[in-house]
């Protein structure tokens, strides 16, 4: 009977195992300050979750903006409550990806480049691009190299060298900021529609577009869809997640271990990834 039991153990873990996601590219779109069912009124939008998965009890963590990109890479805000320039000693994604051999990029739009730390320029805008706000990234000429002007996508792309993790930054026009969502959502139609039939830039990815909060005050539901080959097509969740579950399902997938934050205890998006 022990061996039995064995058995069925190894055999269930074996079964668990091969569950797993296989993406090993993910990119992350982060578009700005719009309620869960204005998103879902916009052509471009409404089709990605159509044809990939969408989560329709989606939070994000809280207002204004930047506590939620800090809590997107460091499972927590960290105690943000503003959006002026911080510098943090904690640790995030980036170092989970690094002590794994795995790499990472924050692709910015009109980002001066050179590790600039000023609070804007022009559309560009620091409080949107967290890894910025680490002492452990901004003190590493290095690893601010990470932190590109978003004309180095289609090089990237071309060359075969996206790296593991990404998210790509739209400008305060973009993503909505100062536009509102039907602009973001033409934009991202311009600008993603084709890439997500390309095959160098889909291939082994999980697509992921998110907001960084809603526009009201009581309700912070927020849209996020997902989409590649590991998705769910036309998959819907109910269930209560957050910026912490996309964390806690790239940690999960590529074994990263976790911050221990509220990463560690984040459900995977087990429900709508194959």
């Known amino acids: 009977m022990k061996t039995l039991n064995l058995f069925f153990g190894a055999l269930f873990f074996s079964i668990l195992s091969q569950a797993k996601p296989t993406f090993t590219k993910v990119?992350?779109?982060?578009l700005e300050n719009t309620n869960y069912a204005k998103a879902l009124e916009q052509p471009f939008l409404l089709g990605l979750s159509k044809n990939g998965a969408l989560l329709e009890n989606m939070s994000a963590e809280t207002h204004p903006s930047q506590g939620n990109y800090i809590a997107m890479i460091a499972g927590d805000t960290l105690g943000v409550k503003n959006d002026n320039n911080i510098d943090l000693i904690s640790q995030h994604i980036g170092d989970l990806l690094e002590?794994?051999?795995?790499?990472?990029?924050?692709?910015?739009?009109?980002?001066?480049?050179?590790?600039?730390?000023?609070?804007?320029?022009?559309?560009?805008?620091r409080k949107h691009v967290a890894f910025l706000s680490f002492k452990n990234v901004t003190s590493n000429a290095a690893r601010c190299k990470n932190i590109v002007n978003?004309?180095?996508?289609?090089?990237?792309?071309?060359?075969?060298?996206l790296p593991n993790y990404s998210i790509y930054i739209p400008n305060l026009m973009n993503d909505g900021h100062n536009t509102g969502v039907s602009f973001a959502d033409a934009y991202m139609s311009k600008k993603f529609g084709a890439l997500l039939l390309n095959q160098k830039f889909m291939d082994q990815m999980l697509f992921i577009v998110t907001f960084d909060e809603s526009q009201s005050k009581t309700n912070n539901q927020i849209y996020?869809?997902?989409?590649?080959?590991?998705?769910?097509?036309?998959?819907?969740?109910?269930?209560?997640?957050?910026?912490?579950?996309?964390?806690?399902?790239?940690?999960?997938?590529?074994?990263?271990?976790?911050l221990n934050q509220n990463d560690k205890s984040a459900d995977v998006l087990s429900d709508v990834l194959k």
């Open 99 to 125: 002590a794994k051999g795995l790499t990472w990029k924050i692709y910015a739009e009109d980002y001066p480049g050179n590790c600039f730390l000023g609070a804007t320029s022009g559309r560009y805008a």
């Open 224 to 258: 996020t869809a997902l989409y590649g080959s590991d998705v769910v097509t036309g998959g819907t969740s109910k269930k209560p997640y957050s910026h912490y579950s996309i964390l806690k399902t790239i940690e999960f997938t590529w074994n990263l271990g976790d």
């Open 27 to 30: 990119m992350m779109v982060v």
């Open 150 to 161: 978003s004309t180095q996508l289609d090089m990237d792309i071309k060359n075969n060298t």
